[in-house]
Every structure is written in structure tokens, then in C-alpha cells.
């Protein structure tokens, strides 16, 4: 199957800093990738999918200016959070899928963040 | 509104069988996914069904009815290693992935 590398995956950061999050499709091209956060014991909540080459589309409730989303590239996507916070500690993941929209989704191996 | 249900958790013994369902009501379908997840983990996929009828993978089997909006996912011969977060997911007609909360499977000796 395709293969999605996401990076780093585990993170610790200080409260007020940024934290960058890649995500990578290694041997297809993603035009669309989309960002997931997932809470202990909750299932995946879609963030914003990402679109090469234009803005993202975010799903309501979350801030745009906080979770800035850059998809550059065929290969790469990445979410950039800002000025982060404790509440903001949580299991961040990416996914792609190949242009057949009936096949499943590839997911990276997820981000661990740990804001402090 | 969009839903899935899946119940929370289950508990199974080493060695049988044991069917995890769900339940969706979705504006239009293009297709139902499973997928497993460890804790910690990304989720990995298991199968895909998109027509009625069964679908049988392995160990793994998935079932579906479109007109009851109805999926199962059965696990045969279960190993320790199948404790693990079962997601169901369904395709609306936008092809927007709608997940569902999880069925957290427990596996005894």
C-alpha cells in the first residue's frame, strides 16, 4: 500500500512556542491530504484537509490562525501549531488518500504533542 | 445530523470469535471502512465495503447492509495481539470520511 511518513512523532514543547508537523507521502502524490486530532479515548476529529497548492479548508471550531496548514508540495503537508498551549496537548495524525476516492486512507504515524 | 454508533468496549477470550457492529446514518454513502488501531498507534486499515454482503479477509470478515445502514467487522481465532481500538468509518456522498468513536476490544487469556 501507500506509505504516509509523518514527523516528527513525539514532541515536547513549552507553552506560547510553535510546534511544525510534516507529513509526507512517499511514493504517491497526495493533492489532498487531510489532519486529524484524536483525545485519549475519543475517535478522530477532522481539523482541516489540506489542498496542494491552494488553503486549506478548515472544520468549524477550529482556528485557522492557531493551526496554520502549508500543502506545497505534491508530497508534503505540514500543520504548524502556534503559540501553544496545554489544552492544546493531543495525538495529531495526517492522511492521504490516492486519487481513486473509493480506496482507504493512508495514515502517518502520527504526533505525539505534549505542550508543558 | 451525521452518527455512528459502535459500542465502547468489548471483552473476548483467546481463540474465538467475537463481532463488533455498527450502525450509521449518514447523508448518502460511498463506502464503509475498517480500520484497526493500537493505542498510541496510527489507525491501519482492515477492509472496505461499499455492496452488501460479506466481505472476508483472513481472520477478519466485514458485513454490510445498505439498507439498514448495518456493518459488522467479525474477528475469528482471536489473538492477544487483536486488543486493540476497531473504527468504523463511512464515505457520505461528499467522500468525507465520518468516523465513528471506536469499539475498544479487550482480549483475555
Known amino acids: 500500500g501507500a506509505v504516509v511518513s509523518q514527523h516528527p512523532s513525539r514532541v515536547i514543547c513549552k507553552s506560547g512556542t510553535s510546534v511544525k508537523i510534516e507529513c509526507r507521502s512517499l511514493?504517491?502524490?497526495?493533492?489532498?491530504m487531510f489532519w486529524y486530532r484524536q483525545f485519549p479515548k475519543q475517535s478522530l476529529m477532522l481539523m482541516a484537509t489540506?489542498?496542494?497548492?491552494?488553503?486549506?479548508?478548515?472544520e468549524q471550531g477550529v482556528e485557522k490562525d492557531k493551526f496554520l496548514i502549508n500543502h506545497a508540495s505534491l508530497t508534503l503537508s505540514t500543520l504548524t501549531v502556534t503559540s501553544a498551549h496545554p489544552e492544546d496537548s493531543s495525538f495529531y495524525i495526517c492522511?492521504?488518500?490516492?486519487?481513486?476516492?473509493?480506496?482507504?486512507?493512508?495514515f502517518g504515524q502520527g504526533t505525539r504533542l505534549t505542550v508543558v | 445530523g451525521q452518527n455512528i454508533d459502535q459500542p465502547t468496549e468489548m471483552t473476548a477470550t483467546e481463540g474465538a470469535i467475537v463481532q463488533i457492529n455498527c450502525t450509521y446514518q449518514?447523508?448518502?454513502?460511498?463506502?464503509l471502512f475498517w480500520y484497526q488501531q493500537h493505542a498510541g498507534e496510527a489507525p491501519t486499515f482492515l477492509s472496505y465495503?461499499?455492496l452488501d454482503g460479506l466481505e472476508e479477509k483472513g481472520r477478519f470478515s466485514s458485513f454490510l447492509s445498505r439498507s439498514k445502514g448495518y456493518s459488522y467487522l467479525l474477528l475469528k481465532e482471536l489473538q492477544m495481539k487483536d486488543s486493540a481500538s476497531y473504527l468504523c468509518?463511512?464515505?457520505?456522498?461528499?467522500?468525507?470520511?465520518?468516523w465513528g468513536a471506536g469499539t475498544k476490544l479487550i482480549i483475555k487469556p
Open positions: 492522511s492521504a488518500s490516492l486519487p481513486d476516492r473509493n480506496t482507504e486512507a493512508f
Open positions: 511514493d504517491f502524490q497526495a493533492t489532498t
Open positions: 489540506s489542498n496542494e497548492g491552494s488553503k486549506a479548508t478548515y
Open positions: 449518514t447523508s448518502g454513502f460511498n463506502g
Open positions: 465495503n461499499v
Open positions: 468509518a463511512v464515505t457520505d456522498s461528499n467522500y468525507q470520511l465520518i
